[in-house]
């Protein structure tokens, strides 16, 4: 491997952690936002979003994709259908973060790619190796012994996985980048979120603005929150293998179980430890057989003489939008 392609995967390295560090961590950030309900957050993070996206575009002049986007009704219609799950995602992840429920919120995006195998199952007939079988199998039996837990099914953490699954199989459909994605979704929540926010102030019911200046800029900064992680994402996932990707994908979640642990403070009794030990093991079992199924592959271009220590520019995998 060359020196220039070692500082590559080195860079690819950083913004991998990077973007995963800063989903993982933004949990912290939420309640800064009170007392602003989580809609009115949610309507801020879409209108903010907007504007920081833009000027983001504006600046590397990357606007030849709109004109091709609005030429085509059927990308369109998936850009909408990508808008509604991903504010259905939003919606409830800020309002799980303010209401006490990190912990049962980065359980969602652990099993998110569990969720993700069993859509590819039934929507798409995808064929699964025996690993996969038995992991969907145990992420199952996590999900019933949580449900005991918590005396009702994980709710929360199963709407989080579902839509984001359901996201990342219109993201697919779509075939957008990162920002240009995060743009067209954002400019169909525009209208609804602004009308909604100016329908909050005409009530007299907004906290932007009535808890100070500092506040307002924290309510405003919502749009580097969501983008920000998103362009170290897509300058990661054309620099390192997506199987790397995938594993660094972990972080986000593990980060957020930390921090619902040790920072908030909330309860983790003996059956959801037994729950979340079993999601553990279905993600572990998942891992070693997409790093075995990889190895393999690898050995196989090898033996046919190609080379498999250049890597190519490969199409990003998806990314949360916490």
Same mark, same amino acid.
């Given at each position: 491997?060359?020196?220039?392609?070692?500082?590559?995967?080195?860079? =690819?390295?950083?913004?991998?952690?990077? #973007?995963?560090?800063?989903?993982?961590?933004?949990? !912290?950030?939420?309640? &800064?936002l009170?007392?602003?309900?989580?809609?009115?957050i !949610?309507?801020?993070?879409?209108?903010w979003?907007?504007?920081?996206?833009?000027?983001?575009?504006?600046?590397?002049?990357?606007?030849?994709?709109?004109?091709? $986007?609005?030429r085509?009704?059927?990308?369109?219609?998936?850009?909408?259908?990508?808008?509604?799950?991903i *504010?259905?995602n939003?919606?409830?992840?800020?309002?799980?973060?303010? /209401?006490?429920?990190?912990?049962e919120? %980065?359980?969602?995006?652990?099993?998110?790619?569990?969720?993700?195998?069993?859509?590819?199952?039934?929507?798409?007939?995808?064929?699964?190796?025996?690993?996969?079988? +038995?992991?969907? =199998?145990?992420?199952? +039996?996590?999900?019933?012994?949580?449900?005991?837990g918590y =005396?009702?099914?994980?709710?929360? %953490?199963?709407?989080?996985?579902?839509?984001?699954? /359901?996201?990342?199989?219109?993201?697919?459909?779509?075939? !957008?980048?990162?920002?240009? %994605?995060?743009?067209?979704? /954002?400019?169909?929540?525009?209208?609804?979120?602004?009308?909604? &926010?100016?329908?909050?102030?005409?009530?007299?019911?907004?906290?932007?603005?009535?808890?100070?200046?500092?506040?307002?800029? &924290?309510? #405003?900064? *919502?749009?580097?929150?969501?983008?920000?992680?998103?362009?170290?994402?897509?300058?990661?996932?054309? @620099?390192?293998?997506? %199987? *790397?990707?995938?594993?660094?994908?972990? $972080?986000?979640?593990?980060?957020?179980?930390?921090? =619902?642990?040790?920072?908030? @403070?909330?309860?983790?009794?003996?059956?959801r430890?037994?729950?979340?030990?079993l999601?553990w093991?279905?993600?572990?079992?998942?891992?070693?057989? #997409? &790093? @075995?199924?990889?190895?393999? +592959? @690898?050995? *196989?271009?090898?033996?046919?003489?190609?080379?498999?220590?250049?890597?190519?520019?490969?199409?990003?995998?998806?990314?949360?939008?916490?």
């Amino acid at each position: 491997m060359s020196v220039e392609t070692r500082g590559e995967r080195r860079i =690819g390295l950083l913004n991998g952690f990077a #973007a995963y560090g800063m989903w993982g961590l933004v949990p !912290l950030f939420w309640p &800064l936002l009170e007392p602003a309900g989580a809609v009115e957050i !949610l309507a801020h993070r879409m209108v903010w979003s907007l504007g920081f996206v833009a000027i983001a575009l504006l600046v590397i002049r990357r606007w030849a994709w709109a004109g091709e $986007l609005l030429r085509q009704p059927r990308r369109l219609g998936l850009i909408a259908i990508a808008a509604t799950v991903i *504010t259905i995602n939003w919606g409830v992840y800020i309002w799980a973060v303010n /209401t006490g429920h990190v912990v049962e919120a %980065s359980l969602g995006y652990f099993i998110n790619p569990l969720v993700t195998i069993a859509m590819g199952v039934l929507l798409l007939k995808e064929r699964l190796r025996p690993a996969q079988w +038995a992991a969907v =199998g145990i992420g199952f +039996a996590a999900v019933l012994v949580l449900t005991i837990g918590y =005396g009702q099914p994980p709710w929360i %953490s199963l709407c989080l996985a579902f839509s984001f699954a /359901t996201y990342g199989l219109v993201k697919k459909k779509v075939n !957008l980048g990162g920002l240009e %994605s995060l743009a067209a979704e /954002t400019a169909i929540q525009f209208l609804p979120a602004l009308g909604y &926010l100016l329908w909050l102030a005409g009530q007299g019911d907004m906290a932007f603005g009535a808890e100070g200046a500092g506040h307002a800029a &924290l309510l #405003a900064a *919502t749009g580097v929150v969501t983008a920000a992680p998103l362009v170290c994402f897509g300058a990661a996932a054309i @620099r390192v293998p997506l %199987s *790397t990707l995938g594993l660094l994908q972990y $972080l986000a979640p593990v980060l957020q179980f930390l921090l =619902g642990v040790l920072y908030f @403070r909330e309860a983790m009794p003996a059956e959801r430890w037994a729950g979340f030990a079993l999601v553990w093991a279905a993600l572990s079992l998942l891992t070693w057989d #997409a &790093l @075995r199924t990889s190895r393999r +592959a @690898r050995l *196989t271009l090898q033996a046919a003489g190609v080379d498999v220590d250049v890597p190519e520019i490969q199409k990003p995998a998806s990314s949360p939008r916490l």
